[in-house]
């Protein structure tokens, strides 16, 4: 966990050089398409600031106002992510639109593509570094920052390619055009990326993949057992729920019952490390010859 905080740290210091790069750009050409990628660059930032400040709440210890723990903080994170890229894009189209009425020429454009380039090529590796760790140590926050700067990366790219074109072409308009797809590209990644935060706040299943493997992990696992009904999953953070009803003959020992129940344990845990696992043994009357079968 230290090594995640570490991550979300860093990606303050990134965010504030890649933003010093891209200010520095539109001061030098006046482009609106570059403003657009130097307001996104502000977001950033305050992005990275609030999932350093996530994964530090969520890697603190159960207490007895939060017997669960604090993972869901990361999905929070998330939202306000969503809702800044939001106001970002907002304030995108709005320069764009002044742009379009009075458009200008750009001035030292070599230099300013060269600076937003410059920026482009550190944020897609810190865009990958995320990336890789953040799934690694299952973390929403993390992996959140990272398809943002990923969106980051991709409007770079074309604003690259659309301001060196308004150099060449002298077709001024093109500028404030830019500006405003970028804005349109970033509210799309926004209200995805709050989507699949919200579902997290909301108690969202897994997937239909893990939900199998799950299945498969009981079904093989449980023998002595009769059946396994009532799953039920959920996620928080890097953490996923698990609980279910395991049914066993009337005579098992308690013993028995419970060596089943560790062989289970064991199984799902090689998938999720980082699981919390409820099972609620009961006696073969229980049955609902429904839900997991026992191999």
């Given at each position: 966990m230290k090594f995640v905080v570490r991550l979300a740290l860093g990606g303050i210091a990134v965010g504030l050089a890649v933003l010093g790069l891209k200010y520095a750009a539109y001061v030098l050409t006046g482009s609106v398409a570059l403003y657009s990628d130097a307001l996104e660059s502000i977001v950033n930032v305050a992005t990275a600031v609030t999932t350093f400040l996530a994964v530090r709440l969520s890697a603190m210890p159960p207490d007895a106002n939060h017997p669960y723990g604090h993972h869901k903080v990361e999905y929070l994170s998330a939202v306000v992510e969503g809702v800044l890229i939001g106001i970002a894009a907002l304030a995108i189209l709005r320069k764009a639109y002044l742009g379009?009425?009075?458009?200008?020429p750009l001035d030292a454009p070599m230099l300013g593509l060269a600076l937003n380039g410059l920026a482009s090529a550190v944020n897609a590796l810190w865009c990958f570094t995320l990336f890789r760790y953040g799934k690694r140590a299952?973390?929403?926050?993390?992996?959140?920052?990272a398809k943002h700067?990923?969106?980051?990366?991709?409007?770079?790219a074309g604003v690259l390619a659309g301001v060196a074109l308004v150099a060449m072409t002298g077709v001024l308009v093109l500028d404030a055009?830019?500006?405003?797809?970028?804005?349109?590209?970033?509210?799309?990644?926004?209200?995805q990326l709050m989507r699949q935060s919200i579902g997290g706040l909301m108690d969202e299943a897994v997937s239909k993949e893990m939900l199998e493997k799950i299945?498969?992990?009981?079904?093989?696992?449980?023998?002595?057992?009769i059946e396994a009904h009532d799953l039920r999953t959920r996620h928080?953070?890097?953490?996923?729920?698990?609980?279910f009803h395991l049914v066993v003959p009337g005579t098992m020992t308690v013993a028995e019952s419970h060596a089943i129940c560790d062989r289970v344990e064991a199984a799902?845990?090689?998938?999720?490390?980082?699981?919390?696992?409820?099972?609620?043994?009961?006696?073969?009357?229980?049955?609902?010859?429904?839900?997991?079968?026992?191999?």
């Open positions: 379009y009425l009075e458009p200008r299952r973390s929403p926050a993390l992996v959140a920052d700067l990923l969106t980051d990366v991709i409007t770079s055009l830019i500006a405003a797809l970028v804005a349109l590209h970033i509210l799309w990644w926004g209200w299945r498969k992990a009981i079904s093989t696992e449980a023998q002595g057992a928080a953070g890097r953490t996923t729920f698990i609980e799902l845990k090689e998938d999720l490390p980082h699981a919390v696992i409820t099972i609620h043994v009961e006696p073969e009357e229980k049955a609902k010859l429904e839900g997991v079968p026992v191999v």
